[in-house]
């Protein structure tokens, strides 16, 4: 009992602290905006320009949560950005996280992440600490997102990039080694990050169709990467040490084939918005990488006419998927250099694949744990303390299941002097008062009369 209330004690102790953290969201089942959802109406394009239209249902209430956390594209000229909802901060969750809204009930946060001008500077010091304060604000959102919104539901983790370096981090040092909430993870899709064999002790790479638990990462080229690949290797990375990860020379990078994984044959079915990007770094970027507007339609989304393939391949010492133009499917520019390779389109490029995969590995997560029979709690003790005898009276207070019914007895020298049931609280607690004429002692006992 002793033990209970120092633990309640400690948790009112911190609660305070809880309720002012200054956690903001960008998507959220109910905001208004909300990026994360929309008209998901799309052209499907063949490569020979042939097309059809049709509108994937978007579940009201889905059985799965997608905790997003978006990459690098903030304008602003700090080293890191603030919490303003910026329209390429919009743009991005458009892109990115909006297709998975067929899947799951979308969480983003907002957090300080190193802005685009940040990871140029950091890329020339070496300087990691920006990451730190950025994943601060992601893991603050993380445990809120436990604590106020979970309800012990399956969940996907969805990040690029930058995003996809603070989910590295997150599963390491808080999914990984907590087996209550790593069994609620359906999967973690985490490119263009250069995650390693090494970063995750309990979570493995998703090898088969439908597996859950596992996590989806790669690095697109369509060229052999360069001695200085900032991709599919980490010792090249010039922030790869950030947030304490596993880098270094030797050491393998993941590969995850989406085509693999969602049974399409090395056929890529990517999937983009027809809105515009907001303007600034990336949509500038994006243009040099297409060559031209990035692809458009009437619809609010669209598979492009350009089709794509894809395999895990090792080149130059970088374990990346190398991509391949189906027929005459335009080429594709690195960008903004060949150290980047086609990294903007990491996400979009498969996003067909990745939400059909998510699809099937939240049925088997489903499956798996319907299949369980449910835990029984463990019964809650039945506790009586006697108070000191004062006045005439003597009370006694009575910990138990909530809203149990507690007969107490209370005797005098073995004989029952007085009795009272006391129906329990929702929190397990209820309290008798007895009057007596004589002096003690006196002892109490108690009894379950029904739970």
């Given at each position: 009992?002793?033990?209970?209330?120092?633990?309640?004690?400690?948790?009112?102790?911190?609660?305070?602290?809880?309720?002012?953290?200054?956690?903001?969201?960008?998507?959220?089942?109910?905001?208004?905006?909300?990026?994360?959802?929309?008209?998901?109406?799309?052209?499907?394009?063949?490569?020979?320009?042939?097309?059809?239209?049709?509108?994937?249902?978007?579940?009201?209430?889905?059985?799965?949560?997608?905790?997003?956390?978006?990459?690098?594209?903030?304008?602003?000229?700090?080293?890191?950005?603030?919490?303003?909802?910026?329209?390429?901060?919009?743009?991005?969750?458009l892109?990115?996280?909006?297709?998975?809204?067929?899947?799951?009930?979308?969480?983003?946060?907002?957090?300080?992440?190193?802005?685009?001008?940040?990871?140029?500077?950091?890329?020339?010091?070496?300087?990691?600490?920006?990451?730190?304060?950025?994943y601060?604000?992601?893991?603050?959102?993380?445990?809120?997102?436990?604590?106020?919104?979970?309800?012990r539901?399956?969940?996907?983790?969805?990040?690029?990039?930058?995003?996809?370096?603070?989910?590295?981090?997150?599963?390491?040092?808080?999914?990984?080694?907590?087996?209550?909430?790593?069994?609620?993870?359906?999967?973690?899709?985490?490119?263009?990050?250069?995650a390693?064999?090494?970063?995750?002790?309990?979570?493995?790479?998703?090898?088969?169709?439908?597996?859950?638990?596992?996590?989806?990462?790669?690095s697109?080229?369509?060229?052999?990467?360069?001695?200085?690949?900032?991709f599919?290797?980490?010792?090249?990375?010039?922030?790869?040490?950030?947030?304490?990860?596993?880098?270094?020379?030797?050491?393998?990078?993941?590969?995850?084939d989406?085509?693999?994984?969602?049974?399409t044959?090395?056929?890529?079915?990517?999937?983009?918005?027809?809105?515009?990007?907001?303007?600034?770094?990336?949509?500038?970027?994006?243009?040099?990488?297409?060559?031209?507007?990035?692809?458009?339609?009437?619809?609010?989304?669209?598979?492009?006419?350009?089709?794509?393939?894809?395999?895990?391949e090792?080149a130059?010492?970088?374990?990346?998927?190398?991509?391949?133009?189906?027929?005459?499917?335009?080429?594709?520019?690195?960008?903004?250099?060949?150290?980047?390779?086609?990294?903007?389109?990491?996400?979009?490029?498969?996003?067909?694949?990745?939400?059909?995969?998510?699809?099937?590995?939240?049925?088997?997560?489903?499956?798996?744990?319907?299949?369980?029979?449910a835990?029984?709690?463990?019964?809650?003790?039945?506790?009586?303390?006697?108070?000191?005898h004062?006045?005439?009276?003597?009370?006694?207070s009575?910990?138990?299941?909530?809203?149990?019914?507690?007969?107490?007895?209370?005797?005098?020298?073995?004989r029952?002097?007085?009795?009272?049931?006391?129906?329990?609280?929702?929190?397990?607690?209820?309290?008798?008062?007895?009057?007596?004429?004589?002096?003690?002692?006196?002892r109490?006992?108690?009894?379950l009369?029904?739970?």
């Open positions: 009992m002793l033990r209970w209330v120092l633990l309640a004690s400690l948790c009112l102790a911190l609660a305070p602290a809880a309720a002012h953290a200054d956690v903001q969201w960008l998507c959220r089942p109910g905001a208004d905006p909300n990026p994360c959802m929309g008209d998901q109406t799309t052209t499907y394009y063949a490569p020979d320009g042939t097309s059809t239209v049709s509108r994937p249902d978007v579940p009201a209430d889905p059985p799965v949560d997608c905790f997003y956390v978006y990459p690098t594209v903030s304008n602003q000229p700090t080293q890191n950005a603030d919490k303003s909802p910026d329209p390429e901060i919009r743009s991005i969750a892109y990115q996280a909006q297709r998975f809204s067929t899947r799951c009930r979308v969480y983003a946060p907002l957090y300080r992440e190193v802005t685009a001008a940040g990871v140029s500077q950091a890329s020339q010091t070496h300087d990691t600490k920006p990451y730190e304060v950025a601060g604000d992601v893991e603050e959102a993380w445990l809120q997102y436990l604590r106020e919104d979970n309800q539901r399956p969940f996907v983790l969805i990040g690029h990039s930058q995003g996809s370096r603070m989910l590295r981090a997150l599963i390491r040092r808080k999914i990984d080694p907590d087996p209550a909430v790593r069994d609620r993870l359906v999967t973690a899709i985490i490119p263009g990050a250069n390693t064999v090494a970063d995750f002790a309990n979570v493995p790479p998703c090898a088969t169709p439908g597996q859950s638990g596992c996590v989806i990462s790669y697109t080229f369509n060229e052999t990467p360069p001695d200085n690949s900032r599919g290797r980490t010792d090249t990375d010039p922030v790869g040490t950030a947030l304490g990860l596993p880098a270094g020379k030797g050491l393998e990078v993941l590969c995850t989406p085509t693999a994984l969602s049974g044959g090395g056929l890529l079915h990517s999937l983009v918005p027809s809105e515009p990007f907001a303007p600034g770094v990336i949509a500038a970027l994006l243009v040099r990488m297409y060559g031209g507007p990035p692809p458009s339609a009437d619809t609010p989304w669209l598979e492009p006419k350009d089709h794509y393939t894809a395999r895990c090792h130059n010492n970088a374990h990346v998927l190398m991509l391949a133009p189906v027929g005459d499917a335009r080429h594709l520019n690195p960008s903004p250099d060949d150290t980047w390779g086609t990294h903007l389109v990491d996400l979009n490029i498969a996003m067909g694949n990745l939400v059909t995969n998510v699809g099937a590995q939240a049925e088997t997560w489903l499956a798996a744990h319907a299949a369980k029979p835990a029984t709690p463990a019964p809650t003790p039945l506790r009586l303390t006697l108070g000191a004062r006045r005439g009276r003597i009370r006694a009575v910990t138990g299941p909530p809203r149990g019914t507690v007969r107490v007895l209370l005797r005098r020298r073995g029952i002097v007085a009795r009272r049931d006391v129906r329990l609280s929702a929190a397990g607690r209820g309290r008798a008062t007895f009057r007596v004429r004589r002096r003690g002692p006196y109490a006992t108690a009894r009369l029904a739970p």
